[in-house]
């Protein structure tokens, strides 16, 4: 997804990092934030973290996408962890520092990487 939006290698390192500090607008910070929260900590979600998004302009079914899209693609990352088989993606090409990068997140939530459509 990040890739797709044009953002550099170097760009997408320096999210990988730290997606709050980035250079990312600030709407795109408040989703990755949830889809992380989704992700660690879904128990910690409250209402102020919907109305942060909702206050960007963004519908309540767009709340929904994104809730859905990280924990989808959380769901798939665990299922192939599990089994030990890679995604079909996995032959990409990416410079060599992008992919040190993803490889070396930890647990950095999915949707950081990719989307899960």
């Known amino acids: 997804m ?3 939006n044009s953002f550099s290698a170097k760009q997408l390192i ?12 600030p709407q795109d910070v408040a989703v990755m ?3 992380e929260k989704v992700i660690l900590d ?6 102020d973290d919907i109305n942060g998004l909702l206050a960007y302009g963004l519908k309540d079914d ?4 994104i809730v859905l899209t990280a924990a989808a693609r959380s769901f798939y990352t665990k299922v192939l ?7 079909d993606d996995v032959g990409m090409e990416l410079e060599p520092e992008l ?3 993803i490889m070396n997140v930890g647990s950095l939530p999915e949707v950081c990487i990719k989307s899960a459509g």
């Open 99 to 101: 992919e040190a990068a």
């Open 33 to 35: 934030a949830l889809a």
């Open 14 to 25: 320096a999210i990988i990092a730290d997606y709050r500090n980035a250079g990312l607008d």
């Open 2 to 4: 990040l890739r797709k």
């Open 62 to 65: 767009e709340v929904l996408d």
């Open 42 to 47: 879904q128990h910690g979600i409250t209402q």
């Open 81 to 87: 962890d599990a089994l030990g088989t890679e995604s």
